[in-house]
């Protein structure tokens, strides 16, 4: 196997399906005139329902200050709300803006059955075969990941 011409296939197929989920996603949203990391914290609020950024965040995988940024830009549309908890000032909880949760609940289900209606087309057979081989990436990237988070770790104490 030629490594670097098989990695570089295999991150332009990623690219490419990464690209048409974004292209499809958005076309859901495009009357909010939204972006795509917006839809995804639109998408965690409406799942998680309230919550704090920090939560937010470790959901997405991104920073706090990341976040931060999104959430600005959605509080000025109005899509979504900061309210200060009764409980203890300090903390800070997000949610969707009533007249926004019926909205983005359809576009997010208009997307699922998008998805559906498009795999469905699939075999059993090739989806389980689909699963299973990025399940098994993300397996090898997270391994690899977190032998590089040792051996950064490592080579700070030798410095």
Same mark, same amino acid.
């Given at each position: 196997?030629?490594?670097?011409? &098989? ?14 989920? !974004? !292209?499809? =996603? ?15 914290? @639109? ?7 309230? @919550? ?12 706090? /200050? ?7 830009? #959605?509080?000025?549309? !109005? ?5 200060? /908890? ?9 949610? #969707? ?18 998805? &559906? ?9 090739? =989806? ?32």
């Amino acid at each position: 196997m030629e490594d670097s011409s &098989r990695i570089e296939e295999l991150l332009t197929v990623i690219t490419r399906i990464m690209s048409l989920i !974004k !292209k499809n =996603f958005e076309k859901d949203f495009k009357k909010m005139n939204v972006t795509r990391s917006q839809i995804l914290v @639109m998408k965690v609020l409406n799942q998680c329902g309230e @919550m704090k950024v920090s939560d937010i965040s470790r959901e997405l995988d991104l920073s706090n /200050s990341t976040v931060s940024g999104i959430i600005d830009r #959605l509080v000025e549309k !109005k899509i979504v709300q900061r309210k200060r /908890s009764d409980e203890d000032r300090r903390i800070v909880m997000i949610s #969707l803006a009533d007249e926004y949760r019926q909205p983005v609940k359809k576009g997010l289900n208009a997307f699922s059955q998008k998805m &559906r209606k498009v795999l469905s087309t699939i075999t059993e057979e090739d =989806f389980d075969s689909i699963i299973r081989g990025l399940e098994k990436l993300e397996k090898i990237l997270e391994e690899s990941q977190v032998h590089g988070e040792k051996e950064d770790e490592a080579d700070a104490k030798t410095d």
